[in-house]
């Protein structure tokens, strides 16, 4: 974080808040909107240097990523012109915030992987995007996190619950399905496949519908056909 800071110019301890113009946008729309990110947005390098850019990702996490890489690349030598360039063409791979419209909802499938730190990420973004009373998050099982993976599951269950309150939640897989007597309010569903007919009869047109789980799930079987 000190390099990062000293880097763009910035505080150190760097402030959470710092580079939050970086996540956030307005849709086609004209509506604030950060699904996806349109608006351009400028780079301030301690050097004096600046440079703006067209960043198309969303939420405050992927801009951090995006001035960290900014701030190593200016450290090894890279131009700043070079770097916004290459910011702007910054796509992501498939089942990455993949956006979908069908039959009137807006599906978002993020379930290429998964694991605790990405999932409070997520939850942060939806937070603040989204009406959480019309919100659908279907969450699966994260894997490979070892003899605490019930309580991870546990602590990713609480933390939807209270940060994305009033939206309903789906937790798909056999390690969420452990704790089915612990969150009433949750619908527990076995597996993927099992989860397209509770999904779709969940939502409603209008609704935001949001996935993610580990890449072994294959949440995406639970979206309907296009």
């Known amino acids: 974080a000190d390099v990062l800071a000293a880097q763009l110019g910035l505080p150190s301890p760097l402030p959470a808040a710092a580079l939050r113009r970086l996540a956030q946008g307005k849709g086609p729309d004209g509506r604030e909107d950060e699904w996806l990110c349109l608006d351009p947005v400028r780079l301030n390098f301690a050097d004096g240097a600046s440079e703006k850019i067209e960043w198309r990702l969303s939420g405050a996490h992927q801009a951090l990523n995006a001035a960290g890489t900014a701030a190593v690349a200016r450290f090894f030598g890279i131009a700043p012109a070079v770097i916004a360039r290459g910011l702007a063409a910054t796509t992501l791979p498939g089942m990455r915030m993949a956006r979908s419209e069908i039959g009137g909802v807006t599906y978002v499938n993020d379930a290429y992987n998964a694991n605790?730190?990405?999932?409070?990420?997520?939850?942060?973004?939806?937070?603040?995007?989204?009406?959480?009373?019309?919100?659908?998050?279907?969450?699966?099982?994260?894997?490979?996190?070892?003899?605490?993976?019930?309580?991870?599951?546990?602590?990713i269950l609480k933390l939807a619950g209270s940060a994305l309150e009033g939206a309903r939640i789906i937790a798909v897989g056999p390690r969420f399905g452990k704790l089915a007597g612990e969150f009433p309010g949750v619908t527990f569903v076995g597996d993927a496949e099992a989860a397209r007919a509770v999904l779709a009869a969940a939502v409603h047109p209008g609704d935001p519908v949001f996935l993610k789980a580990s890449r072994s799930i294959g949440l995406e079987k639970a979206l309907p056909a296009c």
């Open 116 to 155: 605790p730190g990405s999932m409070a990420a997520s939850f942060r973004l939806l937070a603040e995007s989204t009406d959480r009373a019309k919100l659908v998050l279907l969450v699966g099982d994260m894997l490979e996190l070892g003899a605490g993976e019930l309580a991870e599951h546990a602590g």
